[in-house]
């Protein structure tokens, strides 16, 4: 097995995907082979914020770690907006 080549070897199989979410089929953890839209899944079900959450939940990010600042995208977009603190004047 040669070592991956992270300039062009750290992309997904789709490469024609105008953007993220546009491709459910789209590989986008390789090593784990986990797509897009499991990704987009369990961000939404399980209301997922970090990447930790998300590689616990689908295993994404478990391999090489070639896909951590996409997944980082995902969670950007597609995770809960994180509640505000509470501010109380007494």
Do not use: F, W
Not at 29 to 37: F, G, L, Y
Not at 60 to 89: F, N, R
Request: charged share 20%.
């Amino acid at each position: 097995m040669t070592e991956l080549d992270r300039t062009t070897d750290c992309i997904g199989t789709c490469n024609t995907c105008p953007a993220v979410g546009s491709c459910a089929d789209r590989v986008v953890c390789r090593c784990q082979k986990i797509t897009e839209e499991t990704i987009i899944t369990a961000i939404r079900t399980h209301g997922l914020q970090t990447l930790r959450e998300l590689k616990t939940v689908t295993a994404a990010g478990d391999g090489c770690t070639c896909c951590h600042k996409e997944l980082k995208v995902y969670l950007e977009v597609y995770a809960p907006a994180s509640s505000a603190l509470i501010c109380s004047a007494k």
